[in-house]
């Protein structure tokens, strides 16, 4: 449902300002309006996407990137906000590896189609189509999920001692 916002004043809005509208939304001439809140102006280790920063997050080619997309009234998603949090901090010292949270009541992105909350999507460095996160919502099975579909992950993250190396 892609909104368009006409960009001059209502109180002078004529027949032929409503024609020249209609004919740029037809041609193709309209840029969609999403809503965005503010962009944060301090990032931790856990990510904030907006709508006007989605793009550049999400799709830069030289970070995996995995996103909690949520509702702040949303209990499963309240429940997983520590253990998101938790994980943004255990993998902070790899830079290419980025841990986000994007508000879908209050931001949009183009292309990004939420059906439930909370929704977590996987964006490797070589697939920026995104990859459905279908493990268990715990900080272990999460930190496995990645080890298994992160390649900054896998050569980022603190290697676990052996048997054979005890």
């Known amino acids: 449902m892609r909104k368009f916002i006409y960009s001059g004043q209502l ?12 004919k ?15 962009e944060p102006t301090n990032q931790g280790p856990l990510t904030v996407i907006v709508g006007t920063t989605y793009d550049k997050i999400v799709n830069d080619p030289t970070k995996d990137v995995l996103v909690k ?3 702040p009234w949303c209990g499963h998603c309240k429940t997983l906000a520590p253990i998101w949090e938790e994980l943004a901090n ?5 830079p290419d590896l980025v841990i986000a949270k994007f508000d879908a009541t209050a931001n949009e992105a183009a292309g990004v189609a939420i059906r439930g909350y909370p929704t977590l999507k996987f964006y490797p ?10 493990g268990e919502r715990d900080l272990a099975s999460i930190q496995k999920w990645l080890s298994e579909h992160s390649s900054a992950y896998k050569a980022g993250a603190p290697k676990q001692a052996t048997n054979d190396e005890l």
């Not at 460095?125 to 279908?134: E, L, Q």
């Open 11 to 22: 109180s002078t809005l004529t027949v032929a300002g409503i024609e020249s509208f209609i």
């Open 24 to 38: 740029d939304f037809k041609n193709g001439n309209l840029k969609a309006h999403l809503k965005s809140e503010p």
């Open 69 to 71: 997309f949520y509702a």
């Open 125 to 134: 460095k070589n697939n920026k189509a995104g990859v459905d996160f279908d």
């Open 90 to 94: 255990s993998v902070a010292d790899i």
